[in-house]
T-cell receptor, first 111, second 111 residues
Framework: QKEVEQNSGPLSVPEGAIASLNCTYS??????FFWYRQYSGKSPELIMS????GDKEDGRFTAQLNKASQYVSLLIRDSQPSDSATYLC???????????FGEGTQLTVNP | EPEVTQTPSHQVTQMGQEVILRCVPI?????FYWYRQILGQKVEFLVS????????KSEIFDDQFSVERPDGSNFTLKIRSTKLEDSAMYFC?????????FGSGTQLSVL
């Protein structure tokens, strides 16, 4: 069973802090990795994609990928209360195939 | 900005009834998907559709489910005989460059 695992939440950080969200995946052949944000009762919203080892930065968000360790993470700098949501890690195992989601990590940013 | 649209936003039905959930994917996207999310659970893949046929389906997508692209814009999910356990949020998505973009979802309640 190919799986995507996320660190169990909920995660609570103070406003302005760095939030760190982690994800591991079981299929070594996975090629594409995504972070989605989901507010309660809403649909997943794509915030980051990463395809090669290393870091990718977009504003306050940094995605990190380590294919050898089968690990992908998301850092949110200067966390804001509006960042409070569930963050979903998602993996495409082979090109063109399904996107498989983790359970999600609920993040709360306290003012 | 183009978006995936879904109708209806809410659907209430009696067990055993047929429902059709409708989606209009983003116009230049070629891959279409249905996912579902039972309350409090992970986003689960149902089916992917490309070139007017199913390209991949999950174990959930059994004979009571079907998908269709009846014209150049709409993409539908039919559930023939709904069960209580079909109650969930159903998300349509379309894909470009490995990135999936989700519609706002249809909340299906089976009574």
């Amino acid at each position: 069973q190919k799986e995507v695992e996320q660190n169990s939440g909920p995660l609570s950080v103070p406003e302005g802090a760095i939030a760190s969200l982690n994800c591991t995946y079981s299929d070594r052949g996975s090629q594409s990795f995504f972070w989605y944000r989901q507010y309660s009762g809403k649909s997943p919203e794509l915030i980051m994609s990463i395809y090669s080892n290393g870091d990718k930065e977009d504003g306050r968000f940094t995605a990190q990928l380590n294919k050898a360790s089968q690990y992908v993470s998301l850092l949110i700098r200067d966390s804001q209360p509006s960042d409070s949501a569930t963050y979903l890690c998602a993996v495409v195992e082979t090109s063109g195939s399904r996107l498989t989601f983790g359970e999600g990590t609920q993040l709360t940013v306290n003012p | 900005e183009p978006e995936v649209t879904q109708t209806p936003s809410h659907q209430v039905t009696q067990m055993g009834q047929e429902v059709i959930l409708r989606c209009v994917p983003i116009s230049n996207h070629l891959y279409f998907y249905w996912y579902r999310q039972i309350l409090g659970q992970k986003v689960e893949f149902l089916v992917s559709f490309y070139n007017n046929e199913i390209s991949e389906k999950s174990e959930i997508f059994d004979d009571q489910f079907s998908v269709e692209r009846p014209d150049g814009s709409n993409f539908t999910l039919k559930i023939r005989s709904t069960k209580l356990e079909d109650s969930a949020m159903y998300f349509c998505a379309s894909r470009t460059n490995e990135k999936l973009f989700f519609g706002s979802g249809t909340q299906l309640s089976v009574l």
